[in-house]
């Protein structure tokens, strides 16, 4: 079925630039610094220059090697030493969890921010481990011959040293960093400075420390041009330490927007990891263009690097500018506005496919109402499909409606059946959409199934407008509207058990390598999701989303923890198989492999609680969102493609460990307590049978005959009589061996072998004889027979001495009755007669003439009697 696209993404960037020039400005700048200074703002944020944590969970700048000191580089999450060290270890096969585990912090060496000397903090320190400026440094060095260990000579010379003067601060307008001479940069601006060719040419004497400032004169700055050098100390960017993220010469809007943003995104349950470098970055970029707005970006002219993080922003800010009633005039709508989040869906919905007004604002107070109702959708599919049936209407109305369909009083009941009848014969054609396109922008096929969905979506927003009184205020026609036909809902077929020769192609060694090298590169779990499914027989979605710790055992046997979300059965139990407990216990190391790999440590016991245990690894920095059913769908089709097997899904791995199970033994009860059914009509819907599949069932459903202390008990092991709710939780004994008797089965072992019958054959009377639910029908016929003859009795006391005898043999059928209405099984019992002409005489074929008295006749009579 074709959907119409779904914009995830943010609108493009002007979509945030309204009429209203500096006015909107002022308003939007005045919510953010409204925001900002709440006590709900994290104040990391607030400053100019933002000063990242080490660790930081989302904008982590640090070596992840848990005691290392140094910072990330090359893109990766390692130091440069230990990026080293890991290309080597990689290359010997070693896990990079072990490597990281193994692997020993180093000491820094480069300072992340500007450190100011001990003795005089005005000053910047120019030496790590002495923490000295200049011109301490090198009295130290020529006191010592350069030795800076931290003894009590060091302390004792520090407290006999007198602070210098200050520089102040650098002179270019971005960095908060001292100045390290009297040109008054800071040390890397003044590097950048003599790289660039030292534009003004500002120029301080030669040896001016030893000529000026050790004899207590200034030192004079010479210029060539005194405004270029200026100038370029109001233009040169910021300094990039590596974890700091300086906002400072940005416009107050742009700073309060990235402030925000950057609060915004690390508080949310899924985020993308964002580099302090990458951020940096932007703000130059914004800086160097004047920017006073991020709606003000040009796309074109975005890197590569940062795009994503400012689509991100843009989308963030978005739900702070626009209210409900500004998505609704600019034609989107925000689910996040009503406190809704689709799973895997951006918060963004696209309306703006519906040109027509009137019918754009009907669907956006549609979707509107139903998320701010109390039981709001779960997922996008409902939203996405009354998308598609507003835009097929949309199409249409362009196309044939007076005015483009743009006045709805225009509209007759005319226009709505040629839209329902071109819909109509669009999907009995297969023919391609008007205005819905798929995801490669090729038009979408109309079926049966999007055809029913268009209607029925039409209808139901047309309806509700007419309900609410909203169509007559918009001059829109009542016959307008009750002309679109609802539409009949196309139902599925319910899949198939895989065929014998398919069940063996998706289980054979080979296929399920290559399954799993071609389209799983990054052993992300796609081998380990479909053998759980098999084995299972669970959803793909329950299984996709299993959590780390979903495993255990209980008495030593194996269980499987789930959550079967669809019926509302959570923290579900069912036992595994002791090969599929391997195959997640090897999933469940290598998850918590690559947390280690990741974090540096092992995770903690809360954390490990909410890992899990297929983790995306798209926005997914802790590890507790999972595998998606789209990826794991498009690598299952694609390898299902190529084993030439015909067109099959996932889904029929539950359908055929049911009719397996039922094949097996189980009963209907079993199987849909086994695969987490809500009903037994559900269960039937899985269980695949032919005549001799439900024969087998009916023949194991035993009950006490006519001639036993308690006629009509389930035979399981137990005296007590047996109830209808009772006989759901009992297990039947299929062990026993029968053989076929007129009405049931005689149980009686020596009969069973092929031996005589003590008791002349009289099985109705026999406390051996058992009914089966294969007899019911036969034992019905039998009652209404007793019934008959007992109404046409001469008197009451033969009447009711026939009652009393029939007796046993009523308590019995009634017994039968209880057990198969128990185990769901009444119903298939009485639509189908199973008792076969040669069930009757089995009995005189099998017992009448034993094969040994034939072999002896044969023997005696010669040949010629044989022939």
Same mark, same amino acid.
């Not at 460990?657 to 209907?668: C, I, V, Y």
């Given at each position: 079925?074709?959907?119409?696209p ?5 609108l ?5 630039a309204? $009429? ?23 104040p ?9 944590p ?23 999450d ?72 931290d ?90 330490w ?5 906002l ?36 130059c ?12 970006l040009?796309?074109a ?13 843009l ?7 626009f ?25 963004h ?30 997922s ?20 044939d ?40 922008? $090729? ?7 999007t ?20 169509a007559?205020?918009l001059?829109?026609?009542r ?7 609802a ?33 799983d ?29 979903? $495993?255990?055992r ?10 079967q979300?669809?019926?509302?059965n ?15 216990a ?12 990741r974090?540096?440590r ?45 067109h ?19 009963t ?5 307590r ?11 819907h ?7 599949d ?6 194991r ?17 137990r ?30 072992q ?29 034992w ?17 006391? $033969? ?9 046993p ?36 074929w ?15 009579a ?6």
């Amino acid at each position: 079925m074709g959907r119409a696209p779904v914009t995830d993404r943010p609108l493009p960037l002007p979509v945030l630039a309204e $009429t209203g020039g500096d006015r909107a400005g002022r308003d939007r700048l005045e919510l953010l610094t409204a925001l900002i200074s709440s006590p709900s703002f994290d104040p990391l944020y607030r400053a100019e220059v933002i000063c990242i944590p080490r660790d930081h969970p989302v904008y982590r700048w640090g070596c992840v090697v848990g005691d290392c000191t140094r910072a990330r580089t090359g893109g990766t999450d390692l130091c440069e030493e230990h990026r080293q060290n890991w290309g080597a270890a990689r290359a010997g096969g070693a896990g990079k969890a072990a490597f990281v585990s193994a692997a020993r912090g180093l000491e820094r060496l480069q300072w992340a921010e500007q450190v100011a000397c001990r003795v005089c903090p005005q000053l910047p320190a120019v030496h790590m481990s002495s923490r000295l400026c200049r011109r301490h440094f090198s009295r130290w060095r020529d006191c010592r011959g350069g030795a800076t260990g931290d003894d009590n000579g060091f302390r004792r010379w520090l407290s006999e040293q007198e602070p210098f003067d200050s520089y102040g601060t650098c002179r270019a307008a971005v960095c908060p960093d001292l100045a390290d001479s009297p040109l008054g940069l800071c040390s890397r601006h003044e590097d950048r400075y003599r790289r660039q060719g030292r534009p003004g040419g500002a120029r301080l004497p030669k040896s001016w420390s030893v000529r000026y400032e050790q004899r207590g004169r200034p030192a004079e700055v010479s210029y060539h041009d005194r405004g270029r050098f200026w100038d370029w100390c109001a233009q040169a960017p910021a300094v990039n330490w590596p974890g700091q993220i300086n906002l400072r010469g940005l416009q107050p809007l742009v700073r309060a927007e990235i402030q925000w943003a950057l609060c915004t995104h690390a508080g949310q349950d899924r985020n993308r990891k964002w580099e302090p470098r990458q951020l940096q970055q932007l703000a130059c970029h914004c800086r160097d263009r004047g920017l006073h707005s991020l709606a003000d970006l040009d796309p074109a002219d975005i890197p590569s690097c940062y795009a994503g993080i400012v689509r991100v922003m843009l989308h963030l800010l978005r739900l702070v500018y626009f209210t409900p009633a500004d998505t609704r005039e600019a034609g989107f709508i925000e689910t996040g506005h009503f406190g809704v989040r689709f799973p895997g869906r951006a918060s963004h919905i696209d309306l703006t496919g519906v040109t027509q007004r009137w019918l754009r604002d009907l669907l956006w107070d549609h979707l509107a109402e139903r998320m701010r109702s109390a039981d709001p959708p779960r997922s996008g599919a409902g939203a996405d499909n009354l998308r598609r049936a507003c835009i097929e209407l949309c199409a249409f109305l362009a196309a044939d409606a007076p005015g483009g369909g743009h006045d709805p009083a225009a509209l007759r009941a005319e226009h709505a059946q040629r839209f329902a009848a071109g819909q109509q014969h669009r999907a009995h054609h297969g023919l391609p959409s008007p205005g819905v396109q798929g995801p490669g922008g $090729t038009p979408s096929t109309i079926t049966a199934s999007t055809c029913s969905l268009v209607l029925n979506g039409v209808r139901r927003i047309l309806r509700d407008a007419m309900d609410s009184g909203v169509a007559e205020t918009l001059g829109l026609g009542r016959q307008f509207i009750t002309a679109i036909p609802a539409a009949r809902h196309q139902r599925s077929r319910a899949r198939r058990p895989f065929p014998d020769e398919v069940a063996r192609a998706l289980a054979d060694e080979a296929n399920l390598a290559r399954f799993a090298a071609c389209y799983d590169p990054g052993d992300q779990g796609m081998r380990d999701i479909w053998e759980t499914i098999v084995c299972t027989g669970r959803r793909v979605s329950e299984v996709i989303r299993l959590r780390l710790d979903c $495993t255990g055992r209980y008495g030593g046997l194996p269980v499987l923890w789930h959550d079967q979300t669809k019926v509302g059965n959570l923290d579900a139990a069912i036992r595994i198989p002791e090969r599929l407990h391997q195959i997640l216990a090897g999933r469940q190391r290598k998850t918590v492999d690559r947390f280690t790999a990741r974090h540096g440590r092992a995770p903690a016991g809360a954390e490990r609680a909410a890992l899990a245990l297929f983790p995306s690894k798209i926005c997914n920095l802790n590890g507790t969102a999972s595998l998606t059913y789209t990826w794991f769908w498009e690598g299952f089709r694609s390898w299902v493609d190529t084993l030439d097997v015909g067109h099959h899904v996932a889904h029929q791995a539950r359908h055929t460990l049911a009719t397996s199970l039922l094949r097996n033994g189980a009963t209907l009860t079993h199987v849909r307590r086994y695969l987490g059914h809500v009903s037994d009509r559900m269960a039937e819907h899985y269980v695949h049978l032919t005549s001799s599949d439900l024969d087998d069932v009916l023949h194991r459903v035993w009950v006490a005959g006519p001639g036993a202390a308690s006629p009509g008990e389930l035979l399981s092991g137990r005296a007590a009589p047996m109830t209808a709710e009772q006989a759901k939780a009992l297990a039947l004994d299929l062990s026993r061996r029968s053989t076929p008797a007129e009405g049931g089965f005689c149980t009686f072992q020596p009969v069973v072998d092929g031996g005589a019958c003590p008791w002349n054959l009289n099985c109705h009377n026999c406390d051996k004889f058992v009914m089966s639910g294969a007899d019911l029908l036969y034992w019905r016929r039998k009652r209404e027979q007793w019934y008959s003859i007992a109404e046409r009795a001469p008197d009451d006391a $033969t009447a009711g001495y026939l009652h009393q005898v029939f007796a046993p043999t009523a308590a019995a059928i009634d017994g039968l009755e209880a057990a198969l209405a128990g185990l769901g099984l009444l119903d298939q019992a009485l639509a189908l007669d199973l008792r076969r002409p040669q069930d009757y005489f089995q009995r005189i074929w099998s017992l009448g003439f034993r094969a040994a008295d034939l072999t002896g006749t044969c023997d005696t009579a010669g040949p010629e009697a044989t022939a």
